[in-house]
C-alpha cells in the first residue's frame, strides 16, 4: 500500500459530485470550453506489466477494460484532424503501459510522419525495452519530434517500488539510461504525495539525475513534472463558478479545454472520445465518437477535475 505519511485524509463526502450542474451546497457547478483541440490523446488499452498501488486507471497485467486500439483507430481519427482542420499541434500516447500494444510503434511513424509533435508516456520497462530498434528509427528519422515521459514515483528505490512493486525499479533505470544515451526527447514524471515540499522533491531528483548521468534539469518543470496524487475517494472541494475568480484559476487553462482522449471500451466496436486523460471509465463523461461532436461543455462533476487540474494545476500534455 502506498505509503505517503501518517496522517489519514477525510473520505469524500458522499453527497459530492452527484449532479451535473450543481454542487453538494446548491451552487453552480464550474463548466469548461473547448477553446481549441491542441493534444489528442490516444489510450493504447488499460493492460501494464506492473501493477501500481493507487494507479488511477487501475492498469494491471490483466485488466483489459480498455481494449488495444489498432492502426486503423488512430489512422481515422488523424483523417479527421486533416479533414476537419482542427488545427491539433500534439498526439500523446497513454496507457496502460503503450509499449505493450503491438501497434505503438507504427502508431508513432504515422503520427510524426503527418507532422505532430509525439509524446508517449511510459514506466521505460521491458515492454519498452524490446521496441528500442523501432524506437532508433523514429529517433534518427523525426529527433526531437518524438518525446518520452517516464514515470518514477520517488527519487529513491525504496519508495519507488513502494508504488511500483519489487524489482520495479532497476528495470525501468536500464530504459532510462538507454533513452537519455541514445538522445531521446526525454522527461520524467513523479508524485508529490511524500508528504515533501517541492525544493526537496525536486533536489531529491536532481542527485539521481546527476548520479545516473540523466541530462534533465529537475528544477525545470517542464523536464520534471511532480503530479498530485489522484485518490477520488479522498474528500476535496468541489468547484463552483465562483472559484475561478477566488482562485485566480481560468478555465481555458484546463486540460478539457484543449484536448481530448480517444479510448476504446472492451466489447465495444469502436472507440469513443473523453475529455481528458483521467477520466477513461465514466460513461457520464462520453463525448461520442468523432472529434468534431467532442466540442460540448465539459461538466467539473468528478474530484479528478478538481484535485489534479483545477487546484493541483496539472496538465498531462508536453507543453
Known sequence: MLNVGQIKAPSLDPDKFQDPDVTAKGEQRAVVVLTHLKTLWFNTGSLCNISCANCYMESTPKNDSLAYLTLDDVKSYLDEI???ALGVEEIAFTGGEPFMNPDLCNMLELSLARG?????????MK?????MA???DLKKNYGSKLAIRVSIDHYT??????????NTWQPMLTGLRWLTDNGFNLTIAGRSCWNEQDDVSRAGYQALFEQENIQLDAEEPAELVLFPEMDSGVDVPEITTRCWNILGVKPESMMCATSRMVV??????????????LLPYDSAFELGHDLAGSTKTVKLNHPHCARFCVLGGASCSAG
Do not use: F, I
Request: aromatic share 2%; net charge positive.
Open 264 to 277: 476504446k471500451a472492451k466489447g465495444r466496436a469502436t472507440p469513443h472520445v473523453m475529455p481528458c486523460t
Open 116 to 124: 505532430y509533435r509525439v509524446l508517449v508516456l511510459s514506466n521505460a
Open 82 to 84: 486533416d479533414r476537419e
Open 134 to 136: 523501432p524506437l532508433l
Open 157 to 166: 528505490p525504496e519508495q519507488h517500488e513502494d508504488v511500483r512493486g519489487k
Open 127 to 131: 515492454p519498452l525495452h524490446q521496441k
